[in-house]
Protein backbone atom coordinates (compact mmCIF):
# COMPACT_ATOMS: atom_id res chain seq x y z
CA UNK A 1 0.00 0.00 0.00
CA UNK A 2 1.11 3.53 -0.77
CA UNK A 3 0.64 6.82 0.71
CA UNK A 4 -2.08 7.60 -2.07
CA UNK A 5 -4.13 4.28 -0.87
CA UNK A 6 -3.61 4.77 2.40
CA UNK A 7 -5.41 8.24 2.20
CA UNK A 8 -8.42 6.54 -0.20
CA UNK A 9 -8.76 4.27 2.59
CA UNK A 10 -8.76 6.70 5.54
CA UNK A 11 -10.89 8.87 3.69
CA UNK A 12 -13.63 6.53 2.80
CA UNK A 13 -13.46 5.17 6.59
CA UNK A 14 -14.34 8.53 8.01
CA UNK A 15 -17.16 9.22 5.05
CA UNK A 16 -18.77 5.46 6.31
CA UNK A 17 -18.64 6.45 9.36
CA UNK A 18 -19.39 9.76 9.66
CA UNK A 19 -16.37 11.24 11.85
CA UNK A 20 -15.17 14.58 10.31
CA UNK A 21 -11.96 15.88 9.39
CA UNK A 22 -10.42 18.72 12.08
CA UNK A 23 -8.93 21.67 10.85
CA UNK A 24 -5.47 22.44 10.73
CA UNK A 25 -5.15 24.70 14.07
CA UNK A 26 -7.20 21.83 16.21
CA UNK A 27 -4.82 19.42 14.66
CA UNK A 28 -1.96 21.57 16.07
CA UNK A 29 -3.67 21.63 19.61
CA UNK A 30 -4.16 18.27 19.70
CA UNK A 31 -0.48 16.95 18.99
CA UNK A 32 0.55 20.22 21.69
CA UNK A 33 -1.56 18.14 24.13
CA UNK A 34 -0.17 14.82 23.50
CA UNK A 35 3.69 15.95 23.43
CA UNK A 36 2.93 17.95 26.70
CA UNK A 37 1.87 14.70 28.48
CA UNK A 38 4.44 12.69 26.87
CA UNK A 39 6.82 15.38 28.06
Do not use: K, P
Not at 6 to 27: K, S
Request: no cysteine; hydrophobic share 45%.
Amino acid sequence: MNIENAQEAVDAWIREHGVRYFNELTNMAQLTEEVGEVA
